[in-house]
């Protein structure tokens, strides 16, 4: 039998939401806000790469990232 790994650590994710928010959480919102993280993070590499290989780079470089930020961001802003 394999013993299960967390992925993150929810107890974590959760105190950092409520000491931001000061509001409680339901049960399954720390799942929701580390999904789109994710989301989040999976665009902003896609958008870096793009940008990067336009630049004539080899690999995806800081600046790149840097460069695509605030785009990305702004995709994710609800």
Do not use: C, W
Request: net charge positive; glycine share 4%; hydrophobic share 40%.
């Amino acid at each position: 039998m394999v013993a299960t790994q967390k992925l993150y650590p929810r107890a974590t994710v959760k105190r950092i939401v409520k000491a931001h928010s000061n509001r409680s959480l339901s049960k399954n919102a720390d799942i929701l806000i580390f999904l789109d993280y994710m989301l989040f993070m999976q665009e902003l590499m896609r958008e870096a790469s793009i940008r990067s290989r336009r630049a004539g780079e080899k690999g995806i470089s800081a600046k790149s990232v840097r460069k695509v930020t605030e785009m990305t961001l702004r995709k994710f802003k609800g």
